[in-house]
């Protein structure tokens, strides 16, 4: 395995799908169109983390910055309501540069998605009944309940918020695991939730749990981007070192030869009163899959970046 050609060529091929505005297009829908903003910081830190200079993304972090909405947040896209998982996204990507004042009213967008439990959801209420393809007498409690995923990543945005530590210590199931809400694998949430309280104190025995049950599902994940974030998340466990440099060297065979990997319907749509998209099957559309190849690829080059660099 030549990790580093395989990274170069995630890298060449994350670049060579880059409009001229520094920005990428991804997860395309009839409805929504395709996520610039969630896709674009997502791929930016992942390209970051590989060691790519700022230089070389400033330009996405500047037209990140402009497309920031009057409430303090981004979104899917333009047409979309500004929604917390974006945010939080940009938020994580743009704190590589200097943009205090623009992050500060991002983070104070974010925590309106908080509920009393500690738990973030996707959408602040007041704003998602504003969109009209959602019918009024629709419950939209799926939509803006607290999960664990959008919890994660918020926190990480954040850096601290011990009101989600708690959600997140208390959503945790007994097998180890977080429920994911938008994604067809509970591998996602589950991966987001370890790295968010990868550093905190009196976490420890969450994250034992979790990656027992990640190492249980290794053997059966076929899908490139699943077995990525189930490295990333038993990445650094001395225990599970055989396991994790036999997958990241079964994920880098995996790599196409223009550098991408493979994508799959990942993204998973449930209706705005769903919640809880595990059990009930109600969707507002498919399962979408990143036809770009974007979210997939950057997703893949984050885990094998931080096992060159040993982040």
């Given at each position: ?6 990274i170069t060529n995630a890298k060449h091929f ?171 694998s509970d591998i996602n949430s589950t991966t ?81 009163s769903n919640t809880e998209p595990w059990k ?32």
């Open positions: 395995m030549n990790l580093h050609q395989t994350l670049f060579s799908e880059r409009d001229t505005g520094g920005l990428w297009r991804d997860f395309y829908t009839d409805t929504h169109g395709e996520s610039i903003d969630w896709i674009s910081a997502y791929v930016g830190r992942s390209l970051l983390t590989a060691g790519v200079s700022f230089s070389e993304l400033e330009i996405t972090a500047s037209n990140l910055l402009d497309r920031q909405g009057n409430e303090g947040g981004w979104g899917y896209n333009e047409k979309i309501f500004p929604d917390a998982d974006s945010t939080a996204n940009v938020i994580l990507f743009l704190s590589y540069f200097e943009n205090e004042n623009e992050i500060s009213r991002a983070k104070r967008f974010l925590l309106r998605h908080q509920h009393p439990d500690g738990s973030f959801g996707t959408y602040v209420p007041k704003l998602i009944r504003k969109y009209k393809r959602i019918p009024e007498e629709m419950s939209i409690d799926g939509w803006c309940s607290g999960v664990p995923e959008i919890t994660a990543v918020a926190l990480e945005a954040l850096g601290n918020n011990e009101r989600a530590i708690a959600y997140l210590k208390s959503s945790q199931t007994e097998q180890g695991y977080w429920r994911s809400y938008w994604y067809t987001k939730a370890i790295n968010s309280i990868r550093d905190k104190e009196n976490c420890r025995e969450m994250i034992i749990r979790a990656r027992r049950w990640l190492i249980e599902q290794v053997e059966s994940i076929e899908i490139p981007v699943y077995l990525a974030f189930l490295l990333d998340g038993i990445r650094g466990e001395q225990e599970y070192s055989g396991e994790f440099y036999s997958g990241i060297d079964r994920l880098s065979k995996m790599q196409k030869d223009d550098g991408s990997w493979e994508s799959y319907p990942i993204l998973r749509f449930p209706l705005p009930n099957s109600d969707r507002w559309r498919k399962d979408s899959k990143d036809q770009n190849r974007l979210f997939t690829t950057a997703t893949c080059l984050n885990v094998l970046s931080k096992t060159k660099f040993h982040i």
